[in-house]
C-alpha cells in the first residue's frame, strides 16, 4: 500500500530474472555486468542491464526481502523523492564500482573483469537512512546479552548478501558511498540527482495504476502474512506506528501546556533569533527578508495526516528547506 515503485522493483526483475535462470539462459550474457567490455569496447549500455536485473537467484531473493522492508521510506517520502534516491544511488554507485576496481587493481594487484549483476548498488545505499532514520525498538534477549530489535532481521538479510558472492563487496562499499554521498547536507547531490518533476507526473499516469495496491483494512492489517516472519514484520510495522502516534500526542500535550507554539529556539535557533531580530528592530528592511521558501503541499498533507497542524506544517518546511524528513523529526522531538 502507498510503495507502487518498491512494488514493481519487486515484481519486474524478479520476473525477469527467474525467467533468465528457468527459460532464457543464453540471454543471461546480456545482462552480466562485464567491467572490462565497458572499460574496452564502450559498452555503456551493461551498466544499465548489468545493474538492474540480478543472474543468482540468491540474490534476487535476498535483494527482494529487503526491498520489502525498505518500503518504508516511498511511504514516507513520497514515490518521487523515494525515485530521486534509488536513480542517485543507481548512479553514483556505478562511479565508485569503478573507482574501487581501480584501486583494487592498484593496490593489492587484482584484476577484476566482471562484478555481480543486480540492483544491488541502491539497496546497499537504502542501508544509510534505515539505519539513521528508523527507530530502534528491541524485541528480546537472546542469551541475556544480545538484543534483538526490529532491525535485526533486515541486517540479517544484507550480511547473506554480502556474503553471497566474492566481489561483492565492492557493490556493498559503493553503494554504502553513495547512500551517505546523497544524504548528505554538505554535498547538496540530492538537488542534483532527482527524478524532474514532470517525469513523476508521467509514471503515475501510467506505472502507478497498473502497480498500486488498495489501503488494507484493520481487521486484516496484521497477523495475515503468509510467514511468521511477516507476521512479525507486521507488527513491528504496527508498533513503528504506535510510537509515532505517542510522539505526535506527547508533542501535541507540550505545545498545549506552552500555550499552543513550537519552541522554534530548540528547532531553528539562527531563523528564530534572525526573526527576533526583525521584530526588535520595529523597521525591518525588505531587502533583508529572504523570499519565502516555496512548499509543497503534498508534503504539507502529509504532515496533517500525522496530526500535526497546517500553521507548524509550513513552517517547519520552510525552515528546513522543504525537507519532509527533518521536517517530520523535529516536529515529533520538540
Known sequence: DKAPLSKSLLIVPSAISILLTLLFQHYQKFFAYNLQAVKEDFQIWRLVCGRTICLDLKDTFSSSLLIYNFRIFERRYGSRKFSSFLLGAWMLSALFDLLLVEITQYIFGITINSLPSGFLGPVFALFVPFYSSIPRVQVTQVLGHFSITNKSLVYILGL????????????????????????????????????????????????????????????VRVGMGATVDIQRQQRMELLDRQIMMSQVAQMRRQRQQQGGMINWNRLFPPLRHRHNANYQDHHPSEQGIPPPTEVSEEQVARLMEMGFSRGDALEALRASNNDLNVATNFLLQH
Do not use: D, M
Not at 172 to 195: D, F, P, Q
Not at 198 to 215: D, G, M, N, R, Y
Open 160 to 219: 547473506q548478501l554480502l556474503t553471497s558472492g566474492s566481489y561483492i563487496w565492492i557493490l556493498a562499499l559503493s553503494g554504502l558511498i553513495s547512500g551517505i554521498c546523497y544524504n548528505s547536507s554538505i554535498l547538496k547531490v540530492h538537488r542534483i540527482l532527482c527524478v524532474p518533476r514532470w517525469v513523476a507526473k508521467v509514471f503515475s499516469w501510467t506505472l502507478e495504476p497498473v502497480f498500486s495496491s488498495a489501503e488494507p483494512t484493520n481487521e
